[in-house]
């Protein structure tokens, strides 16, 4: 897979953004409509899941522009404690939220087919919680 996927600022707010580039062309083409599918459909419907903010077409490419969530993913924090062990309130409630972002996209929408996508810690980004 070939998409490439950057840190964007908006001009207008100075928010951050993830822009995820996808190439409209052969497979990759099946992949983004897919993607885009998936984003749309669950939209901003659970805090529990990433929403997208805008989607485009640019020179042979589809855009989407999701959420950015500022504490990475949870394959960024495994890679980043060095074996620090993280406070146990912490790790539950990263189970809590990733259990009910899964629950929500097994059962939140009506015609969801289930989880769209490999689960893998990639896939789980963080926010702050405090």
Do not use: Q
Not at 4 to 9: C, D, E, H, K, P
Not at 22 to 39: D, F, H, Q, T, W
Not at 61 to 68: A, T
Not at 88 to 100: S, T
Request: charged share 30%.
């Amino acid at each position: 897979m070939s998409c490439s996927v950057n840190l964007v600022r908006s001009r207008r707010s100075g928010t951050l953004y993830v822009e995820k580039r996808i190439p409209a062309s052969g497979e990759m083409k099946k992949y983004a409509r897919a993607k885009l599918e998936e984003l749309v459909r669950f939209g901003r419907a659970s805090r529990h899941t990433t929403y997208l903010v805008d989607d485009y077409r640019e020179r042979g490419h589809i855009v989407l522009i999701p959420e950015y969530c500022d504490l990475g993913s949870c394959n960024d924090l495994m890679e980043d404690t060095d074996g620090i062990p993280l406070p146990e309130d912490y790790l539950w409630h990263i189970l809590k939220d990733i259990a009910k972002g899964l629950v929500f996209i097994h059962r939140g929408i009506a015609d969801s087919t289930g989880i769209p996508f490999h689960l893998k810690p990639g896939h789980f980004p963080l926010h702050d919680w405090s």
